[in-house]
């Protein structure tokens, strides 16, 4: 089985030809000004994570804990989360984005896949995590479903199935997505 990364879901929600050019046929990606500004407002948020109360996540108090590596044999599936939170004997994922627009998709499906890892982990249902958006400072509760998860291993199937089967699946039918993108040079049928 191949293992994959959870932003590998993130990117396959956004775009599944990011999986092509990562797995398929590796380019050598332009780094964007946005993934570069997404990298600095990440290291922001969590500066100023350490110093706030849990008040904005609903809890009187709880333990953080800043970029756990996750790992699960089961899934085949790794990746390193931003913070999650362990308060009232449950267990919450929270990942810091970038966001002017409200939660995306693709950020909300990340959540979810990070929430199955620490599950394997804590050995412990997530009935929620949070995407907190910067620079708002919004937090937004994501709902852990058993339909959400499900649909996270119909994503890694597909992912698999796309490695294995080295095709290009269809470009995004969000054409704005493609202005910024790291891998627009190698899309020709994109313009």
Do not use: W
Request: with cysteine; glycine share 4%; aromatic share 12%.
């Amino acid at each position: 089985m191949l293992k994959l990364r959870v932003t590998d879901i993130k990117q396959y929600v956004y775009c599944p030809r990011i999986i092509y050019f990562t797995y398929v046929c590796p380019v050598d990606k332009k780094i964007t000004r946005k993934m570069e500004y997404g990298k600095e407002a990440h290291a922001e948020l969590d500066r100023l994570e350490k110093r706030r109360t849990f008040k904005r996540y609903n809890f009187g108090n709880a333990e953080r804990k800043y970029h756990t590596q996750l790992y699960s044999p089961r899934l085949g599936l790794e990746g390193r989360l931003d913070m999650h939170l362990v308060a009232e004997g449950e267990i919450f994922p929270v990942e810091f984005k970038y966001s002017r627009e409200g939660p995306s998709l693709n950020h909300k499906y990340q959540l979810i896949a990070y929430a199955m890892l620490l599950e394997d982990a804590y050995r412990k249902p997530i009935r929620y995590g949070f995407l907190h958006l910067h620079p708002e400072g919004e937090i937004t509760p994501v709902e852990i479903t058993p339909n959400s998860r499900l649909f996270i291993k119909d994503i890694m199937d597909k992912i698999r199935t796309l490695v294995r089967e080295e095709r290009m699946p269809p470009a995004t039918l969000r054409k704005a997505r493609c202005i910024d993108c790291e891998y627009r040079n190698f899309c020709n049928d994109v313009r």
